[in-house]
């Protein structure tokens, strides 16, 4: 592990230890964390809503079931924030959008249930590109989030509320929405590490859905440990999603401790040529370098590592700008100013309802819908939309090969650092952050973003693991081998 | 590799592939308004975009099912029992009264929207 005694940010584990043995109040880590939110956050702008009051109550309940010898959760007393595309009974959900600036939504998402039946303190909704659609918070309609470990710089996207909330000290953990990469980017952006789990394996009953057959759930945390715990409070099966999958996953805490006692010798780690970023002037070569430097590291930890070929994995990025454009402009049409989101006034129905999507969607909200009406109308369907489908076909099968001589795979997770607000105003340049993150949204596979070292500007560069569906184990116990070889980092990281 | 991986420079917008009658169309389609500047902009900006299209094309695919899901889930069906058998009392009235107070206009238990065909006075 690196060293993390240096700086003044407690794991969600060290907290939920203190609390549960009664060394220290839930409401205590809850005002501490309020305090630091109140201190930075007109800055930083994580949050959309600050839940100040739900939060001290949430916290004396935990503290009023360890004063009673109660069981408080394996959460207890930990401060965690949500993206702001999940739904919070009687609390606004936005999606950082005005068509839903003043919704309430009148029920609890899966995930925030699952959070508080395990004792977390849920601080806030944070800020995210509107409806989930970008890689630098830079398209909320609220403004943007800035990058804790440096303000001239974006966190990432989508999540980068949930991102930025967990580098500044506002929630030890928060909860992010990965449908190209939105966690895995942004964690790699803020120094954290982010899981987008199998597809399936979270429930998304109460997340506002994007592109659902991509969309899924996970976590964002400043080590792997604090990563596992939450991925096994959020994981398991939720018959109000359809999608979801009804096997139960082995604990990814045990995982962690396990790779931890016992290492990874045998572990089969393959190296995708594609995703590598050699050879390409969009990669930053520091980028390029720690992913390099990731492999050899395993290497030195008993993995068997080799580079592999997987030749669709550069198709990922053009099948998805069909795919989850496509699914975006059906999910959208709902929002029409007649059940609920706002209303602008029309002289008939049709009229209201195109004003009321103009005036509430932002630019690039609209591209997208604009896009994906485009690529499912009569004449394109095949060329566009059924061709993606078809690649993404492909795609899976090639994963699934090369799965049976490998146990995980890896790539850089992002092609650069945080970069500078305003550099990449071209919809295009902004869409290629997500080329490595994209192919495990496509196949459903799990994938995660460990902090490796520091990158061009001081900045923190991640490693992504991939896995096959269900072996998020692997995932994990390759993320705290990689968290152990991992170089020291100076900037940002947090203490026991 | 860098002449098959996606590249952000290998596109070029204004593609002949997409017109500014093909994309107000779409807008109209997609119930959006957009002035004459804004169709400009995003009809360069969409050709781009569908330009990625051609990288899809190195691959046969003529023999290969679309995806449409990771796992090629099968439907899933519950039970459908009346939410007041599952919660007691009224709680089918509570939901209805919470759904009716997110709209934006309601009136005797029903979403109040303007005239769909004509207009209103």
């Known amino acids: ?496 | 590799m860098s002449d098959t991986a996606p590249s952000p420079s290998g596109t070029e917008p204004g593609s002949p592939r997409l017109s500014t009658d093909d994309v107000a169309k779409v807008a109209q389609l997609a119930l959006l308004e957009l002035s004459d500047d804004e169709l400009n902009t995003f009809t360069g900006q969409l050709a781009a975009v569908l330009d990625l299209a051609d990288e899809l094309n190195q691959f046969d695919t003529d023999n290969v099912a679309p995806t449409a899901h990771p796992f090629g889930l099968f439907n899933v069906f519950r039970e459908d029992v009346p939410v007041d058998e599952i919660e007691g009392g009224d709680r089918a009235a509570e939901l209805r009264a919470e759904a009716l107070a997110a709209g934006p206009d309601v009136e005797e238990n029903q979403f109040k929207v303007p005239p769909a065909l004509g207009e209103a006075p």
């Open chain 1, 1 to 496: 592990m690196s060293d993390r005694t240096s700086s003044p940010l407690p794991t969600a584990a060290a907290l939920t230890t203190a609390v549960r043995s009664g060394e220290r109040t839930a409401v205590s880590v809850a005002e501490e964390h309020l305090a630091r939110i109140a201190a930075g956050d007109d800055e930083i702008h994580a949050f959309n809503t600050v839940m100040a009051d739900q939060a001290l109550a949430a916290a004396a309940a935990v503290d009023e079931k360890v004063a009673a010898g109660e069981d408080p959760g394996p959460l207890a007393g930990v401060p965690v924030a949500l993206k702001d595309n999940m739904c919070t009974r009687g609390v606004a959900t936005t999606c950082s959008s005005k068509i839903l600036e003043d919704w309430v939504p009148p029920y609890d998402g899966a995930v925030v249930e699952r959070l508080q039946a395990a004792g977390a303190v849920v601080m806030g909704k944070t800020n995210l590109d509107e409806f989930a659609m970008g890689s630098s918070t830079e398209n909320s309609a609220f403004g943007p989030t800035l990058n804790p470990l440096d303000t001239s710089r974006v966190p990432g996207g989508s999540s980068g509320g949930s991102a930025a909330a967990v580098a500044a000290g506002f929630s030890a953990v928060s909860l992010g929405s990965d449908t190209g990469g939105s966690i895995r980017q942004p964690a790699a952006l803020c120094g954290l590490v982010g899981v987008k789990p199998t597809y399936g394996a979270v429930s998304r009953y109460g997340l506002v859905a994007f592109a659902s057959s991509l969309d899924q759930i996970g976590p964002f945390a400043h080590d792997v440990t604090d990563a596992a715990m939450v991925f096994d409070v959020i994981a398991g099966h939720d018959g109000r999603d359809s999608t979801s999958i009804p096997e139960q996953l082995p604990s990814m805490t045990e995982a962690v401790a396990a790779s931890q006692a016992v290492g990874i010798d045998g572990l089969r780690v393959g190296i995708v040529t594609e995703l590598s970023g050699r050879g390409l002037d969009a990669f930053e070569p520091e980028v390029v370098a720690a992913g390099a430097a990731a492999a050899d590291a395993l290497a030195a930890a008993g993995a068997k590592v080799d580079e592999v070929s997987i030749p669709t994995a550069v198709a990922g990025l053009s099948a998805y700008y069909m795919i989850a454009p496509a699914e975006a402009s059906s999910n959208l049409a709902r929002y029409d100013g007649v059940r609920y989101g706002l209303r602008q006034p029309g002289p008939n129905t049709a009229s209201m309802m195109a004003a009321s999507r103009t005036a509430g969607f932002g630019d690039e909200v609209k591209r997208r819908i604009m896009l994906g009406t485009y690529a499912l109308s009569a004449g394109y369907y095949d060329a566009f939309y059924g061709k993606a489908q078809r690649i993404r076909t492909l795609m899976i099968s090639e994963f699934d090969k090369v799965y049976e001589d490998f146990d995980v795979l890896i790539s850089p997770t992002s092609p650069c650092v945080a970069f500078e607000f305003g550099a990449k105003a071209d919809p295009l340049t902004m869409y290629y952050n997500d080329v490595c993150t994209i192919p495990a949204n496509l196949t459903g596979h799990p994938a995660m973003s460990v902090p490796f070292g520091l990158g061009a500007h001081g900045m923190p560069v991640g490693v992504q693991i991939m896995a096959p569906a269900m072996q998020e184990a692997d995932m994990f116990r390759t993320a705290a081998a990689l968290e152990t070889a991992a170089p020291a980092l100076e900037t940002q990281g947090a203490s026991e």
